[in-house]
């Protein structure tokens, strides 16, 4: 019998979603029907509603979400009805050019059919009362009662997990704190600078606090976020767009600051970020704008061996909690553009992301375990992806 649910879909950007009554496809032997419980509005769902990030449509959005398996294809193995999930929507094929690298990240799959929002052999999961078939964001499409998505996008966490915070973890935690534990190598006495305090920056603060950084100085241009921030861990606030820079040397005695994170989502933090870290510190770009922007940066800003990553929340069994898409010094100085530079030599064995939601003696411990297991990453630079 054919399940029907309510979806809110997007049928033109800059227009309102509208709640619908959609018919599920059948579950395949590999997938899982899971009811959602808890689903975030990130600032990615907004670039599409704003049509900065365009997709086809009608589509549901929602990709940071966490539910109950409700139920499971012949195939499932892992999970069962009952199971209380947090949803991932970083799927990888396992087996092309990337995955066979060890850099799921840029599986060839997810990211051709991602940016057509249809599942890995070109179906959709349902379909409007007229017919027409729904895309869905990026494997989900969780602003709906229902997701219906493969095993491996569904991740069991203990049951005394609220659901509005496990929903969290999917993207703003997962994407944050793995930039700050997984991509940029923070040390105990590193001054850390987080631009942009929103879900994904004020998650970059804890995980900076959780790395052991001496001072996190936390920029936004908003009050309210910076206060929030410093609730979080951020030991200082700045709101004042042309000072960022200068406050980071001074906090430094003049070398600027050791990492800093951008997630703010905008040309001007990404100059703001390469303006503020020292010579050989670290760049890691979290935000996004518009794919067809081109970015300007000082010139004499970029000479001083500085290493910038593109990372993306990447949750998956096994798998790092945030991963670099491409990671490159960059040096006009000396000839480094080579995987032996210490940049690339990527941090291994740190703690999983739900290390914290993992119990000794928890028969689930396994489910929810998520740890580091590409140290094979190599130096390729790539761009974000062409969505
Ligand atoms: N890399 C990934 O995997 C990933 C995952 C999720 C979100 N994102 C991207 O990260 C960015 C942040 O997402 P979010 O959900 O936290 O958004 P958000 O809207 O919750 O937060 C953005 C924050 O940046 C602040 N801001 C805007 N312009 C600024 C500026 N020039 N200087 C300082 N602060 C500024 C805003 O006031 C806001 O507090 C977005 O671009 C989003 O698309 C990336
Ligand atoms: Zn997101
Ligand atoms: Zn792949």
Known sequence: MTLHYQAAVLHEARSALRVERVAAAPLAPSDVLVGVRAAGLCHTDLEVIDGALRYPMPIVLGHEAAGVIEDVGSAVRRLKKGDHVILSWNPHCGHCYYCDRGLPILCEDYLAKGSQAVQFDGTCKARRASGEELKHLM????????????????????RDIPFDRASLIGCG????????LNVAHIGRADTVMVIGCGAVGLAAVQGARLAGAAKIIAVDIDDGKLALAQRMGATQGVNNKQEVAAIARRETFGRGADVVIEAAGSAAAFRTSIEAVRPGGEVVWLGKIDVNTDVTFRWGALMQEISASGARATAR???????????????????CWTSDHPAHQSRCDQPGLFGAARRKGDPQRDHVRITSDDRRRSAQPRHWPNR
């Not at 935690?173 to 700050?180: D, P, S």
């Not at 069994?317 to 000839?335: L, M």
């Open 317 to 335: 069994r096994g798998q790092r909690a945030t991963s670099p898409c491409w990671r490159r010094p960059i040096s006009t100085a000396a000839s």
């Open 173 to 180: 935690v997962m994407t944050g704190v793995g930039a700050a």
């Open 139 to 158: 494997f989900l499409g969780a602003f709906a009662e229902y997701c219906i998505v493969p095993e491996q996008q569904a991740i069991a966490v203990t």
